[in-house]
T-cell receptor
Framework: QKEVEQNSGPLSVPEGAIASLNCTYS??????FFWYRQYSGKSPELIMF????GDKEDGRFTAQLNKASQYVSLLIRDSQPSDSATYLC????????????FGKGTHLIIQP | GAVVSQHPSWVICKSGTSVKIECRSL??????MFWYRQFPKQSLMLMAT?????????EQGVEKDKFLINHASLTLSTLTVTSAHPEDSSFYIC???????????FGPGTRLTVT
């Protein structure tokens, strides 16, 4: 059973600070890792993806992957109130046409 | 790029009727489309995977005769909920993936309410 674990939160962060979101996964063979943002009542929006160990930066977002620890994180710098949403971690095991396995998401609140 | 649309965005139907939901990739060819379901305050659960021109692969516990999936072209997949019941009320979201990339792009979702 493939599992993706996230702290459900809510995680409250002051505006302008760094928000740190964490995710662990059970399938050691997982190859691709994604972070989606989901506003209430809306569908997920892809923010970042990462395939290799280390850091990947895109604007205010940095994804970090550690396959040995089966851990992936998302850092949001200079947090804005508009960043308030649920952040979903998703994992793809690779090969074939498998869908993504999602965590339950972390609810992030940026306090003005 | 990578825009996926769904229609309808919401639908209300009576118990026992069937509902069809369309998912289209607007600016790329989707070799694979996925259908997910999300209940309130829950995460997305994969229902099935469909490749253009072949039968869909359903996840364990998802009834293939109840949730009919057709992927007739590289830009269109449909999900038909047959004989819908109130417990089928949920947020149905499709996603599409093109080429060799692993990234999936989601449609805006369809909120189904069965009365």
């Amino acid at each position: 059973q493939k599992e993706v674990e996230q702290n459900s939160g809510p995680l409250s962060v002051p505006e302008g600070a760094i928000a740190s979101l964490n995710c662990t996964y059970s399938d050691r063979g997982s190859q691709s890792f994604f972070w989606y943002r989901q506003y209430s009542g809306k569908s997920p929006e892809l923010i970042m993806f990462i395939y290799s160990n280390g850091d990947k930066e895109d604007g205010r977002f940095t994804a970090q992957l550690n396959k040995a620890s089966q851990y992936v994180s998302l850092l949001i710098r200079d947090s804005q109130p508009s960043d308030s949403a649920t952040y979903l971690c998703a994992v793809h095991s690779g090969g074939g046409a498998d869908g993504l396995t999602f965590g339950k998401g972390t609810h992030l609140i940026i306090q003005p | 790029g990578a825009v996926v649309s769904q229609h309808p965005s919401w639908v209300i139907c009576k118990s026992g009727t069937s509902v069809k939901i369309e998912c289209r990739s607007l600016d790329f060819q989707a070799t694979t489309m996925f259908w997910y379901r999300q209940f309130p305050k829950q995460s997305l659960m994969l229902m099935a995977t469909s490749n253009e021109g072949s039968k869909a692969t359903y996840e364990q516990g998802v009834e293939k005769d109840k949730f009919l999936i057709n992927h007739a072209s590289l830009t269109l997949s449909t999900l038909t909920v047959t004989s819908a019941h109130p417990e089928d009320s949920s947020f149905y979201i499709c996603s599409a993936r093109g080429g060799a990339s692993d990234e999936q792009y989601f449609g805006p979702g369809t909120r189904l309410t069965v009365t």
